[in-house]
């Protein structure tokens, strides 16, 4: 799948700008604050109808009233137009001037894997951020997943707003409970084989991607830790309900799982450098693209920020030595271009971002 042209009208710091995109490797060089992220953002935006990091509102240029973005995507010599228009007054996404009503019919006509630097939270940061982190990547190659999710948040809402009713009002009667208990446990159990899916599948091939990119056999692994290990999950939940009242939450379910990143025996998040942190989540989009690649027959879009700070050359070059061989489109952002070997420049294209505008460097520089 590639993104052959792009348009952005008053998204972030840009006002209007078409850029056609190489099948390849494209370099976005420019220095801080020029745009590079917000390019990125863009087509992050573009894929999942949000943004990884900000409100719909904040995407709006300064002083604009909206902001869209336009794009043809490319499949099997298939094209589709795309387009995300951001107002003041809500959202609109769509799909050859058709408009999709449903988030879950939206996501999954533009494929991605990316590392944002938000993603650098995910090994230390909070349980919150990895659950969002894989719930995204689920989200965009399983619709059947989004809408579970999308029931389990709605049962979670029910049951707390319940449980504190039943607190506030010293009502005993468990019947509703009961059966919002029992919906939930089918969601759990729903949503935990899932997650516990994926992890299996990325386990197959992280070590590999791992070692390949930095010549390392350390041992990295995923784990998944389930908020709820016990097999009857609904007599699990109904042994809460105590303490659930006192609290007026549900304190067990899948919004309280969590992953830890395992690397040579014991959690990164204790012992690996930056750089090893760095590399970790690198191998971890290689995998997750090669998992789109075998279930969706299509390789994702590839976007890539910052991603040459802290990480040696020997292993800029095995990542992208990956990116030609597996012929994945890529959108790389750096602040020099002399960080990247020739080799790697004459095979891709490079853009220069200045204060919002992007031009294609000339041949002849
Ligand atoms: N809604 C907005 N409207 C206008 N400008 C914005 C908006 N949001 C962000 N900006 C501006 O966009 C500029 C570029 O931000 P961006 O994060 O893309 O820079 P960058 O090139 O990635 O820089 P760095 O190398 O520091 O990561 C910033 O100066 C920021 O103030
Ligand atoms: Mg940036």
């Not at 830890?260 to 012992?271: N, Q, S, V």
């Not at 602040?335 to 080799?343: C, G, L, N, P, S």
């Amino acid at each position: 799948m590639i993104i052959d042209k792009i348009t952005l009208t008053n998204f972030r710091n840009y006002q209007k700008q078409t850029l056609a995109l190489g099948s390849g490797i494209n370099f976005i060089i420019g220095a801080n604050g020029e745009g590079k992220t917000n390019f990125l953002e863009a087509i992050y935006v573009l894929a999942m109808a949000k943004s990884y990091k900000v409100e719909d509102q904040d995407l709006i240029k300064f002083n604009e009233e909206f902001a869209k973005i336009q794009a043809s995507i490319v499949q099997d010599k298939h094209k589709t137009e795309l387009t995300l228009i951001i107002s003041e007054i809500g959202k609109r996404a769509l799909s050859n001037d058709k408009e999709i009503k449903r988030l879950s019919d939206y996501i999954g006509n533009l494929y991605i894997v990316s590392f944002l630097p938000e993603d650098l939270n995910l090994i230390k940061g909070s349980p919150k951020d990895r659950r969002y982190y894989f719930d995204v990547f689920l989200g965009q190659i399983d619709k059947e997943y989004l809408t579970d999710l999308a029931d389990y948040k709605h049962l979670i809402r029910q049951r707390n707003e319940l449980l504190k009713k039943m607190a506030d009002t010293n009502n005993r009667d468990e019947t509703l409970l009961d059966v919002i208990t029992e919906q939930l446990a089918d969601k759990i159990t729903i949503i935990t084989k899932r997650r516990m899916a994926l992890i299996d599948e990325i386990n197959r091939g992280i070590k590999e991607a791992f070692s390949r990119l930095t010549h390392l056999d350390r041992g990295f692994k995923l784990e998944f830790i389930p908020s709820i290990a016990a097999l009857d999950i609904a007599k699990f939940l109904k042994s809460k309900y105590r303490q659930d009242l006192l609290s007026g939450a549900t304190n067990h379910g899948s919004h309280r799982d969590d992953y830890e990143f395992m690397f040579g025996g014991t959690p990164a998040r204790l012992h690996a450098s930056q750089g090893e942190q760095r590399a970790m989540l690198i191998a971890l989009n290689i995998v997750l693209s090669d998992i789109v690649n075998n279930t969706k027959k299509s390789r994702p879009v590839f976007l890539l920020d910052d991603v040459f700070s802290e990480l040696d050359q020997a292993r800029q070059n095995q990542l992208l030595e990956y990116l030609l061989e597996t012929n994945a489109q890529t959108i790389i952002t750096a602040t020099a271009i002399d960080d990247i070997k020739e080799r790697y420049r004459k095979t891709g294209k490079i853009f220069h971002v200045r204060k919002g505008y992007i031009k294609e460097e000339s041949i002849n520089g």
